[in-house]
């Protein structure tokens, strides 16, 4: 009676017991608050350390030096022939640039620099579309120079972009914000700005040029499509190394009907600076790979 009298008295209401829970101790509270906590600071956006930004900007300007780098170098090739009056051999030129990446790459392997799987003829069969668009944009890119200026060929290579985020728009329903519409819109004046006053315009030249940023795109969505749809994983180094050995064998029987073995064979062309701005294309080629 003593303990029911503690409990509460005869006017009081009952108080229903607690069954299944649990004393709510300090403990208990600070940890179910940190839980709590941590759960909304989850759903809250996170943000970009520091590192990341630099590594970035770093990646951007290394990208842009090979790509100014490599296209320098193929517009010093494409004059060289014209300055010297002889036909220039496009097709063999790429195949040299190939042999160089491939020769450079291999090297790295081999002295430990980095490392790939071997080669493997599944994965050369199934990389022969990607590998046609590749070396489409190679030699589209090559022939616009022949005909237009650099900074006409830069710009005009930004509206590859445009067609990538289209592609990815809609064969992969990529969000577009508000601020890329306004990028390729100033792209798009930018080119066009610059068709209008170029004083040297070349039918053929803009012809390359706007194939070339189709086969971009082309290069960039397949190689998407392949890598998200299949088991195929390729490290960047496997990528550089079976595209060029890829092209040597495809752009080899072009160049031989078009004659120009007889031309590459020529001993007197293969100067200091032809063999540098070779190398200088074709390493730019391996670096672009891998800052982009």
């Not at 005909?147 to 445009?162: G, Q």
Request: charged share 10%; proline share 4%.
């Amino acid at each position: 009676a003593g303990s029911q009298g503690r409990q509460g008295g005869a006017g009081d209401p009952a108080r229903p017991p607690r069954v299944g829970l649990p004393p709510v101790t300090a403990r208990g509270a600070r940890a179910a608050g940190l839980a709590e906590g941590r759960a909304r600071m989850g759903s809250l956006p996170t943000t970009r350390p520091s590192g990341a930004w630099s590594n970035g900007l770093l990646s951007c300007c290394a990208y842009s030096a090979c790509s100014v780098t490599m296209v320098l170098a193929n517009k010093g090739l494409a004059t060289y022939y014209t300055a010297a009056g002889l036909d220039s051999p496009d097709v063999a030129l790429l195949i040299i640039q190939a042999c160089i990446a491939v020769i450079l790459v291999q090297s790295c392997k081999a002295l430990k620099f980095v490392d790939f799987p071997d080669f493997d003829w599944d994965v050369a069969r199934r990389l022969v579309p990607l590998n046609v668009f590749f070396v489409s944009m190679l030699f589209t890119s090559f022939l616009s120079l022949k005909y237009l200026h650099v900074p006409v060929v830069t710009v005009f290579k930004n509206l590859a972009n445009i067609l990538i985020v289209t592609g990815d728009y809609f064969l992969f329903h990529e969000k577009v914000t508000t601020l890329v519409v306004a990028s390729f819109g100033i792209m798009t004046v930018g080119a066009v700005a610059s068709a209008i006053h170029d004083i040297e315009f070349h039918l053929w030249g803009y012809l390359f040029m706007g194939m070339n940023c189709v086969f971009t795109a082309c290069y960039v969505l397949f190689m998407r499509y392949l890598t998200s749809t299949s088991s195929l994983k390729l490290s960047r180094f496997s990528l550089v190394f079976y595209n060029n050995l890829l092209s040597i064998f495809l752009l080899l029987p072009l160049s031989c009907a078009r004659g120009e073995m007889a031309i590459v064979q020529d001993l007197s062309i293969w100067t200091p600076s032809f063999v540098l701005l070779n190398i200088t294309a074709g390493a730019a080629g391996v670096l672009l790979n891998l800052a982009s």
